[in-house]
């Protein structure tokens, strides 16, 4: 019998043929929506670290890291996001590796060890090794399909369990709710890249098993600790008590949950302990429906971190309620439009590359406004995009960039013309069929 010849490989100029025309341009929306809230309210919560003769430096420093993000955006966009999955285990190691430094040789902030400095530029990895996990997961699911069939190899959901494991385990110490995100985000794309029911019950079992023991031994082993001069300062900047910093983490977490489910909280007498959310309760409460207006903000001054992790109830304050529900809907309708492409692709890797990085901002901006609005226990979130923090703006820009690049390059499943080049693109290993369309 004659041997079956192998189909040659086309030459990579087939990328101009699964080119779509344009990235798309609701994502693009968002963007530029977010943009503007972004620079308009990052000004008005800087006032803080605003000094004298320096009334504009908080704000150029946030637009530069904007526009180094929107270079991003437009260099990412114009890739083809096979390239980006070549990329993508690099990005993954050197995200851990960066985390990893954090722990053994990080600078400190707010008492826990999370930014590496570099000069003067201060990189916080956490927000890195966030996004690189959902893309992680985007990787290992494409190559992990089982044909014909809506799953994934037991090999695939083991590999996706350990990533969320390790990046975990580099995170707990930073706070519970980036520990959450990541593995609410690593769920959530296992059950859209066709993991079965029985692996995903398996997953969430393992999750809610580890997370208990962690929990529990920590909440036993929690104990006091002498404030170092660092805590004491940090104590005395924020005008808060330094028994507030002095203690493990795990005291932290048993306070601000006690705190969170107390009776009438919104009403308590402001205290040391709770100052942070109380004055950010009152800013909202300012705000009313329409706001007191762009610049008027009066808790700016006096609410701690006003310019990061509390920047949403700046926005309630000075735009109003109906304006900060706008900014909330702007998240939703990115991560609404990231789940239609996801549907309509016919593969799995740009499938699963818009969801997850759509995920991983949505979730952000969503735990970020429910700690803000007295929803979910004190934590430090960013508003992506919104808040300052050049880290986290480059990690959001490329999610964005990402996101671009898959819109404009992936085949859809009408484009059946389309769809056959994209098969001569795409490396074997990841030529699956979308598991969303398989039945």
Same mark, same amino acid.
């Given at each position: 019998?004659k041997?079956e010849?192998?189909?040659?490989t086309?030459?990579p100029? =087939?990328?101009?043929?699964?080119?779509?025309g344009?990235?798309?341009?609701?994502?693009?929306?968002?963007y530029?929506?977010?943009? %503007?809230?972004?620079?308009?309210?990052?000004?008005?919560?800087?006032?803080?670290?605003v000094?004298?003769?320096?009334i504009? *430096?908080p704000?150029i420093?946030?637009?530069?890291?904007? &526009?180094?993000?929107l270079?991003?955006?437009?260099v990412?966009?114009r890739?083809?996001?096979?390239?980006?999955?070549y990329?993508?285990?690099a990005?993954?190691?050197?995200?851990i590796?960066?985390m990893? #430094?954090?722990l053994?040789?990080?600078?400190?902030i707010?008492?826990?060890?999370?930014?590496l400095?570099?000069?003067?530029?201060?990189?916080?990895?956490a927000?890195?090794?966030?996004?690189?996990?959902?893309?992680?997961?985007?990787?290992?699911l494409?190559?992990? =399909?089982?044909?014909?069939?809506?799953?994934?190899?037991?090999?695939?959901?083991?590999?996706?369990?350990?990533?969320?494991?390790?990046?975990? &385990?580099?995170?707990?110490n930073?706070?519970?709710?980036?520990?959450?995100?990541i593995? *609410?985000?690593?769920?959530?794309?296992?059950?859209?890249?066709?993991?079965?029911?029985?692996?995903?019950?398996?997953?969430?079992?393992v999750?809610?098993?580890l997370?208990?023991l962690f929990?529990?031994i920590?909440?036993? %082993?929690h104990?006091?600790?002498?404030? +170092?001069?660092?805590?004491?300062?940090?104590a005395?900047?924020n005008?808060? !008590?330094?028994?507030?910093?002095?203690?493990d983490?795990?005291v932290?977490?048993s306070?601000?949950?006690?705190r969170?489910?107390?009776?009438?909280?919104?009403a308590?007498?402001? +205290?040391?302990?709770?100052?942070? @959310?109380?004055l950010?309760y009152?800013a =909202?409460a300012r705000g009313?429906?329409?706001?007191?207006?762009i610049?008027?903000?009066?808790?700016?001054?006096?609410?701690?971190?006003?310019?990061?992790?509390?920047?949403?109830?700046?926005?309630?304050?000075e735009l *109003?309620?109906?304006?900060?529900? *706008?900014?909330?809907?702007?998240?939703?309708?990115l991560?609404?439009?990231?789940?239609?492409?996801?549907?309509e692709?016919?593969?799995? #890797?740009p499938?699963?590359?818009?969801?997850?990085?759509?995920?991983?901002?949505c979730?952000?901006a969503?735990?970020?406004?429910c700690?803000?609005?007295?929803?979910?226990?004190?934590s430090g979130q960013?508003?992506?995009?919104?808040s300052k923090? &050049?880290?986290?703006?480059?990690s959001t820009s490329? %999610?964005? &960039?990402?996101?671009?690049?898959?819109?404009r390059?992936?085949?859809?499943?009408? !484009?059946?013309e389309?769809a056959?080049?994209?098969?001569?693109v795409?490396p @074997?290993?990841?030529a699956?069929?979308?598991?969303v369309?398989?039945?």
């Amino acid at each position: 019998m004659k041997e079956e010849q192998a189909t040659p490989t086309p030459a990579p100029e =087939q990328d101009k043929k699964v080119d779509n025309g344009h990235p798309d341009p609701y994502i693009w929306g968002s963007y530029l929506a977010l943009l %503007a809230v972004s620079i308009i309210e990052l000004f008005s919560a800087s006032s803080q670290e605003v000094h004298v003769g320096d009334i504009y *430096g908080p704000i150029i420093r946030h637009a530069m890291f904007l &526009g180094m993000g929107l270079i991003i955006m437009l260099v990412l966009q114009r890739t083809h996001f096979t390239k980006l999955y070549y990329a993508i285990p690099a990005f993954v190691l050197v995200s851990i590796g960066l985390m990893t #430094l954090v722990l053994i040789c990080g600078t400190k902030i707010n008492g826990v060890k999370r930014a590496l400095e570099f000069g003067p530029i201060m990189l916080l990895p956490a927000e890195f090794l966030k996004l690189s996990v959902a893309l992680g997961i985007a990787w290992i699911l494409s190559r992990s =399909q089982i044909k014909g069939k809506r799953d994934v190899t037991t090999q695939g959901v083991i590999a996706c369990v350990i990533l969320v494991l390790v990046s975990s &385990g580099l995170l707990i110490n930073q706070g519970l709710s980036n520990t959450i995100l990541i593995v *609410g985000t690593s769920f959530v794309m296992m059950l859209v890249g066709g993991v079965s029911w029985r692996k995903l019950g398996i997953v969430a079992l393992v999750y809610a098993t580890l997370g208990g023991l962690f929990f529990g031994i920590k909440m036993m %082993a929690h104990k006091e600790v002498e404030a +170092t001069p660092e805590q004491i300062e940090l104590a005395r900047i924020n005008q808060t !008590d330094v028994r507030a910093v002095s203690k493990d983490r795990s005291v932290t977490w048993s306070n601000r949950l006690s705190r969170h489910f107390r009776l009438n909280k919104y009403a308590d007498p402001i +205290t040391d302990e709770n100052k942070q @959310e109380q004055l950010s309760y009152i800013a =909202q409460a300012r705000g009313g429906l329409t706001g007191v207006g762009i610049g008027n903000s009066r808790e700016n001054a006096r609410l701690p971190l006003a310019f990061s992790d509390y920047i949403y109830a700046i926005i309630v304050e000075e735009l *109003g309620v109906i304006i900060a529900i *706008g900014v909330l809907l702007l998240y939703m309708f990115l991560m609404g439009r990231a789940g239609r492409l996801a549907m309509e692709f016919k593969h799995t #890797l740009p499938c699963l590359l818009v969801f997850g990085c759509a995920l991983v901002i949505c979730l952000q901006a969503l735990f970020h406004i429910c700690i803000v609005v007295g929803v979910f226990p004190v934590s430090g979130q960013p508003l992506p995009l919104i808040s300052k923090g &050049g880290t986290s703006v480059l990690s959001t820009s490329i %999610a964005l &960039g990402v996101m671009l690049s898959a819109s404009r390059w992936a085949a859809r499943s009408k !484009d059946s013309e389309v769809a056959r080049h994209e098969l001569n693109v795409l490396p @074997e290993e990841i030529a699956n069929e979308n598991p969303v369309n398989i039945r």
